[in-house]
Nanobody, 124 residues
């Protein structure tokens, strides 16, 4: 079992940047594929980005591609989401998630563990 804690959210102007951090504990971090999802008010939780165990493979939603970068540091049990060129539509609660299976998933039900979320607000 793994516990996940997100941080790094906040209020930023359009065009700005934020780096989200997901700190993991309780299990072997490198055994989990990691992902970021987000949920805006009144909307379903949606996939943003995912990364493989080693970090060699990464995946992005169309909205995140070319603006966001996912990474991980297995020595620090931490995953990151660097978000650049932020837009008001990026406003949401961002969740870190962990998946122990070997294949990629971009759906909520594909992930076994979740953090509590961190709020990102982008003003126009």
């Amino acid at each position: 079992q793994v516990q996940l804690v997100e941080s790094g959210g906040g209020l930023v102007q359009a065009g700005g940047s934020l780096r989200l951090v997901c700190a993991a504990s309780g299990s072997i971090f490198s055994a989990y594929r990691m992902a970021w999802f987000r949920q805006a008010p009144g909307k379903e939780r949606e996939f943003v980005s995912a990364i493989s165990w080693t970090g060699r493979e990464s995946y992005y939603s169309d909205s995140a591609k070319d603006r966001f970068t996912i990474s991980r540091d297995n020595a620090k049990n931490t995953a990151y989401l660097q978000m650049n060129s932020l837009k008001p539509d990026d406003t949401a609660v961002y969740y870190c998630a962990a998946r122990k299976r070997a294949t990629h998933s971009d759906v909520v039900t594909g992930y076994d563990y979740w953090g509590q979320g961190t709020q990102v607000a982008v003003s126009s």
